[in-house]
């Protein structure tokens, strides 16, 4: 493979305004595509399969229509000793429900009297608002229509929340890409000297990001596809494009600094470095697509799509990157400044303190994590609802105002399916149940054999009582019954993902062993490498917890609300963390392998390897993180929390695990850390990740490079 990137990266220096016009092309018919063959994106989660979805297919056949048409509810609220069945109050109310049913798009309004949902204490009151269209459909429009629809209830001093999908309307600033963006300039900078070299990584990374959305834009006309992916593509795009590009540039200045011209430098940077950009790409793709065999439809739609755009940037810094160093020339090289011969170098300092004091430095860092980590025994899944947006949003402030006025469990109605001739039975049952305020009297279907009852719980949708109370319905053995609705079909989901999780981690520790020990051939290597993984998710769990869901220093990142921890998060954070943790461990582990081999001492080739990747290393992690953490800044729930969780991932695996836990590990274990018994080496394939087969082919083969084809 180090021989095909090396001709490659010839090449593409060589035909450089060929390689770059292909790639210009390839960004414009992706660009057009998208503009005509995108479509919407869905906040909807669901899994076919479960009791909750198979009970909504039964409610679309046997009352008509489905679940797509949009909806939305206008709380009214009064203050003081005003209340809503006042004179001025109810007409102004009135007032406001005529104008919603005025509005474009609208198919209906129930209106908080006529549909008698106002509170006991008169002061909470709500209407309902029906679409003939589905939420993504609604117009600029029609949503303003229905912001603007509550002014005549305000001038009578009433308050005017709004709570439902039409909401909210599409985001579209880029303020985490940008911070993130800037963050990265900076580092590059400082780790390269110079703005051309800290320039390509950057154009380069943009490049292959703009090329995943399109293709992204492109997948919504034919897949359905969460709203959240293309910020997940996004922020793996970029972090990654930009430290494998970083990984090649500085190898190319490392082959000028031995003197080879610029064809044959970018032809070994491509041969080397590339060879491990490929294998720490497959990681992060096997891991992203690896989501597919949850079963779960959304989750899948993410992972591939995510890879797809790792796969690019791949792809980007074997090709684009040797192109434009050939445009740059001898700029990419810093100016001349003075030289310290004597200083010792930043990676080589650090290996020898740890090795001088390797069971300190081993004991400090597990006993770190540990402590981070233990937030995480209280882990709480869910997926995310208006009791998660930002407190001075109109939704959390309607969700606050009906559960005020009508009781916790009203957020989270469910919904039971049953039989007609057992809806009475049902009914009954359900009602004596703990934790259940109210069983409405059942609507039967014009059919007269099916049954729709709705359960209003007396605790919040996401609270453990009401997923005791779903189970207990489940339980109770009423022929025919099944248990629905937003809060049942949010359950189920959480769930399923919580029992994909287990299968999930196996395949991605098994394939993080097997992946290694090809890459290092020794056992006991791959081993430290995935406890060292598992120890970085450990500690990202235990702050996502300590943060997110119990709120410690959450103001230090603007977060405004606290609770369960998106239901999603923990199978993606495995799956991301697992591809960037294996990309430092080659980076920096794979120079020990080379020199212990040639024979240096396990300690000097410990310190070897620190010493020509730490520096690099450092500079990808900072640049990662700040990508990450910029995304702190966005609205979305998932995307705010993984944005965190990767960051702080990111930071104690490469500074904790790698750069510590792991030179000490190694160091103690000596020798043995390269053990791999005869038989295992014998039918082993090798797979020269450092292009060592390359260097020395090159080395013995001056006439190599004569062989190869020149521009016409």
Do not use: C
Request: proline residues 4%.
């Amino acid at each position: 493979m180090a021989t095909l990137l090396y001709r490659l990266g010839r090449f593409s220096f060589r035909q450089r305004r060929l390689t770059l016009a292909m790639w210009v092309t390839v960004l414009a018919l992706f660009g057009v595509g998208a503009a005509t063959l995108s479509g919407p994106t869905s906040n909807a989660f669901s899994i076919p399969g479960t009791e909750s979805s198979r009970a909504m297919e039964v409610l679309a056949e046997k009352f008509g229509g489905g679940s797509d048409a949009a909806s939305a509810k206008v709380v009214f609220t009064a203050t003081g000793d005003a209340k809503l069945t006042g004179a001025e109050q109810k007409a102004a109310i009135e007032a406001a429900v005529a104008e919603l049913a005025r509005a474009p798009q609208v198919a209906s309004v129930a209106g908080p009297f006529e549909a008698q949902t106002v509170s006991q204490d008169q002061q909470t009151g709500y209407a309902t608002v029906t679409y003939a269209v589905a939420a993504t459909d609604v117009t600029t429009e029609a949503r303003a229509a229905l912001m603007n629809a509550g002014a005549a209830a305000k001038s009578a001093g009433l308050g005017v929340e709004l709570s439902g999908e039409v909401t909210r309307a599409a985001e579209g600033s880029h303020a985490a890409e940008a911070i993130g963006i800037a963050v990265a300039a900076f580092v590059l900078l400082m780790t390269f000297g110079s703005l051309v070299a800290a320039g390509l990584p950057l154009l380069t990374a943009l490049i292959g990001v703009g090329i995943g959305m399109l293709g992204i834009q492109i997948a919504t006309g034919f897949f359905d596809l969460s709203s959240s992916t293309s910020a997940l593509a996004t922020m793996l795009g970029l972090a990654v494009g930009i430290d494998y590009a970083l990984f090649v540039v500085s190898r190319y200045r490392h082959e000028l600094a031995q003197g080879h011209d610029g064809e044959e430098a970018a032809g070994r940077a491509t041969g080397t470095a590339g060879s491990a950009v490929v294998f720490a790409g497959l990681t992060v793709i096997i891991a992203l697509a690896a989501l597919s065999v949850t079963g779960i439809p959304f989750l899948t739609a993410m992972g591939l799509a995510a890879a797809a755009t790792v796969a690019v940037a791949v792809v980007i810094t074997l090709s684009l990157v040797p192109a434009i160093l050939g445009f740059a020339g001898r700029r990419i090289l810093p100016r001349l400044r003075k030289v310290d011969v004597a200083k010792v170098p930043f990676g080589e300092r650090w290996a020898r303190n740890v090795l001088r004091h390797r069971w300190v430095a081993l004991l400090v860092s597990l006993g770190l994590i540990g402590a981070v980590a233990v937030p995480a025994l209280d882990l709480r899944l869910a997926l995310p609802d208006d009791s998660t947006a930002a407190v001075d949003s109109t939704q959390r402030k309607a969700y606050d105002q009906l559960a005020e006025g009508f009781g916790a469990g009203f957020n989270g109605p469910l919904v039971l399916v049953v039989p007609a001739a057992g809806a009475e039975q049902a009914q009954q049952a359900v009602g004596r149940m703990t934790d259940v305020v109210m069983v409405t009297p059942p609507t039967v279907n014009p059919a007269g054999d099916t049954a729709m009852l709705t359960v209003i719980p007396a605790s919040a949708p996401t609270s453990e009582a009401t997923k005791d109370l779903v189970h207990a319905i489940r339980d109770a053995a009423i022929p025919g019954l099944a248990v629905t609705g937003a809060t049942a079909v949010n359950i189920d989901i959480s769930e399923k993902l919580t029992s994909a999780l287990v299968p999930y981690l196996a395949i991605v520790v098994g394939l993080a062993f097997v992946l290694l020990m090809l890459v290092f051939r020794s056992i006991l290597v791959p081993i430290k490498a995935t406890v060292g993984f598992l120890l970085s998710v450990a500690a990202a769990f235990g702050a996502l917890v300590a943060v997110f869901q119990n709120g410690h220093l959450a103001g230090l990142i603007g977060l405004e609300s606290t609770g369960p921890i998106v239901s999603i998060m923990p199978i993606f954070l495995i799956g991301i963390l697992f591809g960037l943790a294996m990309d430092y461990e080659v980076f920096l582990v794979t120079r020990t392998r080379e020199d212990f081999v040639h024979g240096a001492a396990p300690n000097d080739a410990i310190i070897s390897g620190m010493q020509h990747g730490a520096r690099v290393v450092t500079a990808a992690a900072l640049i990662m993180m700040s990508v990450f953490a910029g995304f702190i800044l966005a609205d979305d729930t998932i995307i705010k929390s993984l944005g965190f969780a990767l960051a702080f991932g990111v930071a104690v695996d490469a500074f904790l695990v790698r750069m510590t836990i792991v030179p000490a590990v190694m160091s103690l274990l000596g020798r043995s850390a390269w053990w791999l018994p005869n038989w295992l080496d014998r039918i082993l394939p090798n797979v020269d990740v450092e292009g060592e087969q390359l260097t020395r082919q090159l080395a013995a083969e001056p006439s190599y490079r004569e062989e190869l084809p020149t521009a016409a």
